[in-house]
């Protein structure tokens, strides 16, 4: 039967650059998240509040 | 109808988005349960890297059914995304902002779906799957008032039916697994590189930023965002089908009406 696993280089560099690329763009995702969060915050902020029924006739 | 509906008869012939992953492989066997034969659609947008890992599955897949029941297309579609994802990033970045970091992967999807669309009225195929699944429904194009909203539109103005027959399934590399169709049992465990799909560039900021602020801190105004942004999108996917159509000379209107005859056609000779 065929050997079809990856050579082990092959396997470590995927390995190893699994995980480099997580540790650097994870922070990435977060900074643009606390980036979102503020613009909701602020588009939240600037929404008007809306309009008041009045009350009886015209 | 329900997200994670399958159809609710038989079909001679379904197309499945097929990443290569378990959802979108597991999704398949779940068609081939009611459609005599599936197209296993694998698109290439451009920006990810070892798309030919879709094949593992695919292969899987062809060799467990045989090659007349399930067929593996692998299809460049960069043309599509220019003109749905990218169409006008400046105005996307100044309606969205930050936003846009999980709504790359809506643009990406309704690229896919507009060349699933065409490939379908083309060859005839009144039903698409895909493997969305809830446990992934921080992600905009897995949501289910996005599926829902989109599977409307769909059936109404293309007469394509588009089901999600997983939704609801956890474990799906588990199941493939005892299917004998995967390798091995843990690969919903591997991250960024896979053995069985394609590895995107925007997948790692999306999915962090989509899991932990998109959907658990903004709450439910991300799936009227989700669901305008595809609204948004819709006459861009209309003018690239019918741009298509026209350009071969081909008879929109009736290639729409040969997929809606097909809905309501009980096929019983299917297997199961």
Known sequence: MPDDRPPVFVSFMRFVGR??????????????????????????????????AHDGGA | ???????????????????????????????????RKVTLLTFDPGYIFFVENSRVHADALILKYGADRVEHV?????????????????????TYG???????????????????????????????????????????????AVIEANRKRYLDQYGILHVSPIYSERESDVKLFAEGVSPKENLKKQFIFFDTQATCIFGVPADVYARMFYKPLMGASTDIQSV??????????????????????ADLPALVARLRSMHGQSESTVDA
């Open chain 1, 19 to 52: 995980y480099a690329i997580a540790i650097a763009l994870i922070p990435v995702g977060v900074a643009l998240g606390v980036g979102g969060l503020i613009q909701f915050a602020v588009r939240q902020w600037r929404r008007k509040p809306p309009a008041r």
């Open chain 2, 1 to 35: 109808m329900e997200t994670h509906s399958r159809p609710t008869h038989s079909y001679e012939q379904a197309s499945v988005l097929f990443s290569g992953g378990t959802d979108s492989a597991l999704a398949a066997v779940e068609m081939l349960k009611s459609c």
């Open chain 2, 74 to 94: 692998i299809r460049p579609i960069k043309d599509i995304v220019g003109r749905i994802l990218f169409a006008d990033v400046k105005k996307d970045l100044k």
């Open chain 2, 98 to 144: 930050f936003d846009m970091t999980a709504l790359v992967c809506m643009g990406c999807r309704l690229s896919m779906h507009t060349a699933t669309i065409i490939h379908n009225l083309e060859h005839g195929i009144p039903v698409m799957a895909d493997g969305s699944i809830e446990k992934q429904s921080a992600i905009p194009e897995q949501r289910q």
């Open chain 2, 228 to 249: 305008d942004y595809c609204k948004e999108r819709h006459p861009l996917m209309q003018g690239v089908i019918e741009a298509y159509f026209t350009s071969r000379g």
